[in-house]
């Protein structure tokens, strides 16, 4: 029989839901429940246009008993549900909590998940396992009493985007556990997770297991599901078959004179001194093969401020990860679930470092 625990409530056939429960989710467990053996989702496109996949039933109950057995989640415990179920992140917590019993609690996506108005049902109570993405966090700890709501939250997942040094570091003054995921549509949300301010590297969840091909890409072994392996964009390295460090993406990977560098790595020590949105990409050059480029977001970026973000970051970086250019655009591009498209704008305006006159 069917069974689902929202918000308080007890239901036992949709049409108990569907006054009780938002389109969207609705929707989704109307799919659920029906006879068929997959559920329709859409990768992310931040490596492509989004594309419509079939999700395996089987396969997402397989991934959802695999984080639950992890954090010990079962007919006792509160999920949180803050995430758009139009993605393989919400649809699975939803899963999840259908899985283990468990109730699930919902509120409005937006950026202030943890945004008192009144109306919400998680109010005093005890969360077993919420999951946001990095900008929902970034935005609650910027509020005192969202900040404090992290109090009522045992385990936190971020997934969706790279966890920021920056981040990281305010996650240390709240006592959820929190842990960064690693994982893909394709593989039924996460496959590994990483606790923040603890370790660097990911952890393979369950019987998942690793391996590189030649590029140095991560192989993922994923017996729990019907694929079983993925070769994936990834370039890590690896700690035995079990835990890896990721150092970015095959496609971002720049080569210049000779020197393999990744964006995302320099992009790490740029984090604290850059106000805004930001990316590392190249572009080509008869010289180097491919040279650094810094793009940065927003209209206020002129000469005088660029002079002195290039002596703030000078020291930060290696001689070859030092931008020749500065690339200024006043917005970036988006997916459609808000990740940034690392490439740059027609619009954008180039200004050459050689210009910029800072003094040695």
Same mark, same amino acid.
């Given at each position: 029989?069917?069974?689902?625990?929202?918000?308080?409530?007890?239901?036992?056939?949709?049409?108990?839901?569907?006054?009780?429960?938002?389109?969207?989710?609705?929707?989704?467990?109307?799919?659920?429940?029906?006879?068929?053996?997959?559920?329709?989702?859409?990768?992310?496109?931040?490596?492509?246009?989004?594309?419509?996949?079939?999700?395996?039933?089987?396969?997402?109950?397989?991934?959802?008993?695999?984080?639950?057995?992890?954090?010990?989640?079962?007919?006792?415990?509160?999920?949180?549900?803050?995430?758009?179920?139009?993605?393989?992140?919400?649809?699975?917590?939803?899963?999840?909590?259908?899985?283990?019993?468990?109730?699930?609690?919902?509120?409005?996506?937006?950026?202030?998940?943890?945004?008192?108005?009144?109306?919400?049902?998680?109010?005093?109570?005890?969360?077993?396992?919420?999951?946001?993405?990095?900008?929902?966090?970034?935005?609650?700890?910027?509020?005192?009493?969202?900040?404090?709501? =992290?109090?009522?939250? *045992?385990?936190?997942?971020?997934? !969706?985007?790279? @966890?920021?040094? &920056? #981040? /990281?570091?305010?996650?240390?003054?709240?006592?959820?556990?929190?842990?960064?995921?690693?994982?893909?549509?394709?593989?039924?949300?996460?496959?590994?997770?990483?606790?923040?301010?603890?370790?660097?590297?990911?952890?393979?969840?369950?019987?998942?297991?690793?391996?590189?091909?030649?590029?140095?890409?991560?192989?993922?072994?994923?017996?729990?599901?019907?694929?079983?392996?993925?070769?994936?964009?990834?370039?890590?390295?690896?700690?035995?078959?079990?835990?890896?460090?990721?150092?970015?993406?095959?496609?971002?990977?720049?080569?210049?004179?000779?020197?393999?560098?990744?964006?995302?790595?320099?992009?790490?020590?740029?984090?604290?001194?850059?106000?805004?949105?930001? =990316?590392?990409?190249? *572009?080509?050059?008869?010289?180097? !093969?491919?040279? @650094?480029?810094? &793009? #940065? /977001?927003?209209?206020?970026?002129?000469?005088?401020?660029?002079?002195?973000?290039?002596?703030?970051?000078?020291?930060?970086?290696?001689?070859?990860?030092?931008?020749?250019?500065?690339?200024?655009?006043?917005?970036?591009?988006?997916?459609?679930?808000?990740?940034?498209?690392?490439?740059?704008?027609?619009?954008?305006?180039?200004?050459?470092?050689?210009?910029?006159?800072?003094?040695?």
């Amino acid at each position: 029989m069917m069974e689902v625990r929202l918000n308080g409530r007890v239901y036992t056939c949709l049409e108990q839901l569907r006054e009780q429960a938002d389109e969207e989710l609705f929707l989704f467990l109307e799919e659920w429940f029906d006879d068929r053996s997959y559920v329709l989702g859409h990768t992310s496109g931040s490596t492509g246009a989004p594309k419509e996949i079939q999700l395996s039933k089987a396969d997402m109950r397989a991934s959802a008993r695999m984080t639950n057995a992890f954090f010990a989640i079962d007919r006792e415990s509160v999920l949180l549900l803050c995430l758009s179920v139009s993605y393989i992140a919400g649809k699975m917590m939803v899963v999840r909590a259908l899985e283990a019993g468990a109730e699930l609690l919902t509120v409005k996506v937006s950026s202030h998940p943890l945004r008192i108005t009144g109306q919400e049902e998680y109010v005093d109570r005890r969360i077993d396992l919420a999951a946001m993405v990095p900008m929902q966090v970034e935005e609650s700890m910027k509020s005192e009493s969202e900040k404090q709501r =992290f109090g009522y939250i *045992r385990h936190l997942i971020i997934g !969706g985007a790279p @966890v920021s040094v &920056a #981040l /990281e570091e305010r996650l240390k003054k709240i006592p959820t556990q929190c842990y960064a995921t690693y994982g893909m549509t394709e593989t039924v949300s996460h496959i590994a997770l990483k606790k923040l301010n603890s370790d660097p590297a990911y952890f393979a969840l369950g019987e998942v297991g690793f391996e590189q091909d030649e590029r140095g890409c991560l192989i993922i072994n994923a017996p729990h599901l019907q694929a079983r392996r993925f070769v994936t964009n990834d370039m890590v390295r690896l700690h035995g078959n079990k835990r890896f460090e990721w150092l970015g993406r095959f496609d971002y990977v720049i080569n210049s004179g000779g020197i393999k560098l990744f964006p995302e790595l320099i992009e790490q020590k740029l984090v604290r001194s850059i106000p805004g949105r930001f =990316f590392i990409t190249s *572009r080509p050059d008869e010289v180097l !093969g491919e040279s @650094v480029l810094l &793009a #940065l /977001e927003g209209a206020h970026w002129d000469f005088v401020s660029l002079q002195l973000l290039l002596q703030k970051i000078r020291p930060l970086l290696g001689r070859f990860e030092l931008p020749k250019a500065f690339v200024v655009s006043p917005f970036f591009r988006e997916t459609t679930s808000g990740k940034v498209v690392r490439t740059l704008p027609e619009n954008a305006v180039f200004y050459p470092v050689h210009q910029l006159r800072v003094s040695e």
